[in-house]
């Protein structure tokens, strides 16, 4: 089993910045790609970025150019850096790992509030 344990969420104002962070525990031994989701009020959870094992970066198309994704191996975590936010990126950001490129886990998520 692997946990998930996401920090860095809040309330920020429009224009600002955030970053979020994903450590995980446990059978961290295979994890491949790491990315992280949101889900909106009355919205589906939707992918927000992902990042392989070798480094290699996929974006929604809406966050592109404002967030940028990273991890630590060493450490096990991911990160979100979240630049220039807005409003619609209002939601609750939820991590998400995969051992073996197939097996999923989820943190609990971390709530985001962008405020004008």
């Known amino acids: 089993q692997v946990q998930l344990v996401e920090s860095g969420g809040g309330l920020v104002q429009t224009g600002g910045s955030l970053r979020l962070s994903c450590a995980a525990s446990?059978?961290?031994?295979?994890?491949?790609?790491m990315a992280w989701y949101r889900q909106a009020p009355g919205k589906q959870r939707e992918l927000v970025a992902v990042?392989?094992?070798?480094?290699?970066?996929k974006y929604e198309d809406s966050v592109k150019g404002r967030f940028t994704i990273s991890r630590d191996n060493a450490k096990n975590t991911v990160y979100l850096q979240m630049n220039v936010l807005k409003s619609e990126d209002t939601a609750v950001y939820y991590c998400?790992?995969?051992?073996?490129?197939?097996?999923?886990?989820w943190g609990k998520g971390t709530l985001i509030t962008v405020s004008s």
């Open positions: 998400n790992v995969l051992r073996f490129s197939s097996i999923s886990y």
């Open positions: 446990g059978s961290t031994q295979s994890i491949t790609t």
């Open positions: 990042i392989t094992s070798d480094g290699n970066t």
